[in-house]
């Protein structure tokens, strides 16, 4: 028997296209970004006079429409038609950090793009993410710590800002030698500690065992998994107390309402499988639904499509 063809050029494409979708829940961002892809910024315009200052969701938005194409070309020409718009400044900088990580753009042009934006919006932290999202390959960690601060002088629980500190952190060598002790353990639990009870920053010490577990594996390579180095790092005694207290603070609050809840969500339903727990990772990813994202499933260096969906089907099949 012949073998069958193989599927058309772009379905696979596609296909991860959908299942990892940057802009994840947010229905209004997907419809307005179809528009902003052709050059039509009079809807984000709208839409982002009225996500206003809250600042999860403006950054989450301003990030998503910065990675699209020839999103710089359309932001410049929202400036050229109102040239004193901050929005337009700001989807601007993130354009030109975009176009800086593609390699398409220079860094420096980048960040001073970044540096205009903060100059126009004083409150608003989203330049500085933007920067922290630039310095995260370019800079020094002088630099990024510096604009993390910035970021949180601003808004004091900034998702996205906490994760990238956290990825970074997890990259040091720990000066001790012993891993339990790194310090991105202590970073993520002292940031849920001084959090809102309802914040998901809770979940942060989650992504740091993640985050840790994908420089280790990567560093180790196979013998992290042959010598049981992996299984200690998910059931040892600080893992198991991480994911109880993440797990339970999501069957308390459940925030459907933040814009970048499917992110922690992927990230416990990989912790709960690596930890042994696939029918609690069951319920995760219920909620998760489509909206998969490429970390941690990619962790480390796996293919993300084939990691998700292999592990929600002993997740569900488990349950």
């Not at 802009?23 to 307005?32: G, N, R």
């Amino acid at each position: 028997m012949s073998p069958p063809p193989p599927p058309p050029l772009g379905r696979a494409r596609k296909r991860d296209a959908q299942l990892f979708d940057p802009a994840l829940c947010d229905t209004e961002l997907v419809d307005v970004r179809a528009q902003f892809t052709q050059g039509r910024w009079a809807k984000v315009r709208a839409l982002l006079t009225a996500t206003g200052d809250d600042w999860d969701r403006r950054g989450h938005r301003l990030v998503v429409l910065g990675q699209t194409p020839a999103a710089t070309a359309w932001a410049r020409e929202w400036l050229l038609a109102e040239p004193d718009s901050a929005d337009a400044l700001t989807l601007l900088a993130c354009a030109a950090v975009f176009d800086a990580l593609r390699r398409k753009g220079s860094p420096e042009a980048a960040d001073q793009a970044c540096r205009r934006a903060a100059a126009l919006l004083p409150a608003d932290p989203t330049p500085w993410l933007a920067l922290l999202l630039l310095t995260r390959t370019y800079g020094s960690e002088e630099e990024f710590s510096r604009h993390f601060d910035q970021v949180r002088a601003r808004h004091r629980e900034h998702h996205h800002a906490h994760h990238l500190m956290v990825a970074k952190l997890a990259e040091r060598t720990p000066a001790t030698g012993h891993d339990p002790l790194h310090e991105v353990y202590d970073f993520a639990a002292w940031a849920a500690e001084e959090s809102p009870a309802d914040s998901p920053l809770a979940v942060l010490p989650v992504i740091a065992h993640a985050e840790r577990y994908r420089v280790l594996a990567t560093r180790h390579g196979s013998t992290f998994n042959s010598t049981g180095s992996a299984a200690q790092h998910w059931s040892g005694r600080r893992a198991r107390q991480v994911l109880r207290t993440a797990f339970d603070w999501w069957l308390e609050w459940e925030r459907e309402d933040h814009p970048r809840n499917r992110v922690d969500l992927n990230f416990l339903a990989h912790a709960k499988l690596c930890e042994g727990r696939p029918a609690e990772a069951a319920a995760l990813f219920h909620r998760i639904g489509r909206h998969a994202t490429r970390a941690p499933w990619s962790y480390p260096d796996l293919d993300p499509h084939k990691a998700f969906l292999a592990a929600r089907s002993a997740a569900l099949g488990s349950a």
